[in-house]
């Protein structure tokens, strides 16, 4: 009954006995693509396998607030350098979980590539969360002589700096800060300069990995994510570790960009109900 009332919109929301929100959480699939070198997610994979993997954003609501974890893209660039398939929008696959783009109160950006930091500008009354080194740097240095910035789109830059000139950005400063209640940023994964991921609270807490970790296959073969390069092997894989004892479980690890979580979890068509 209640994933019923869930897909059509209309969610009633309570609070734990200590007073604190309960947040339900579910994944949105708004694109696929096919055929991705698993060597690209996977460090040391075979160079021959591939995988068709889900391009995702996650929709977190309890508070009082509709959060969104991570925002797509919508830039055409992208659809010509990289072969997507089955695309919608990401405004218009969050309203298929019964939400409209100005009911967006929040978006949390977990770092600036394309695909996850390029529909900021489709929810025109959300805030937007991000690192503050993270903006730093690609604001930045990232752009000078030397500095790293593939993967990311200048467009969706200019967009950032201009929703931090109308007051609609917001800065995490650091590891394990609590954005909103019941929802933490932690640090350390290091897929990009300073990226983020989320700890969703509650009597079974829910790590939202984002690219820090891609599949369910990093952490059961404990493989590091494709990151900056061989000297955050270490890095990614201790924090894997930590994102598995924050959740208390693996299965409660959700991975960026895996398939998967459309399987392990009950779903109906792009939407999963992960809590």
């Known amino acids: 009954m209640l994933a019923t009332v869930l897909f059509t919109g209309i969610v009633v929301l309570g609070a734990t006995a200590g007073g604190r929100p309960e947040h339900t959480i579910e994944a949105i699939r708004y694109a696929t693509v096919p055929r991705f070198p698993l060597a690209g997610l996977m460090m040391g994979a075979p160079k021959d ?7 995702v954003v996650w929709l977190v609501r309890g508070g009082g607030r509709t959060v969104l974890f991570d925002a797509g893209f919508h830039r055409e660039k992208w659809m010509k350098e990289f072969t997507i398939t ?17 009911e967006v109160t929040d978006i949390v950006v977990s770092h600036v590539h394309w695909d996850h930091m390029g529909g900021i ?10 690192q503050k080194k993270e ?6 240095e990232a752009w000078q002589p030397g500095g790293r910035n593939g993967g990311v789109d200048p467009d969706d830059i200019a967009a950032l700096v201009r929703l931090n000139t109308e007051g609609r950005l917001r800065f995490v400063d650091g590891d394990d800060v609590e954005i909103l209640p019941g929802i933490r940023a932690y640090t350390g994964a290091r897929h990009t300069f300073a990226s983020q991921y989320l700890r969703i609270d509650g009597p079974q807490p829910v790590v939202l990995a984002s690219d820090n970790c891609y ?9 590091a994510s494709a990151t900056f390069g061989e000297e955050d092997r270490a890095a990614n894989l201790a924090a894997q570790k930590r994102m598995i004892e924050l959740a208390g479980s693996a299965d409660r690890v959700i991975p960026g960009h895996d398939p998967r979580q459309f399987q392990r979890f009950p779903s109906q068509g792009r939407v999963a109900r992960i809590r």
């Open 135 to 140: 903006y730093a740097y690609y604001t930045g």
């Open 215 to 223: 599949l369910d296959r990093n952490l059961s073969e404990h493989v």
């Open 49 to 55: 396998e591939t995988i068709d993997i889900a391009m």
């Open 86 to 102: 089955d695309y919608l929008r990401p405004d218009g696959a969050v309203a298929l979980a019964g939400v409209k783009p100005g």
């Open 121 to 130: 500008d489709l929810f025109p009354a959300a805030r937007v969360w991000i």
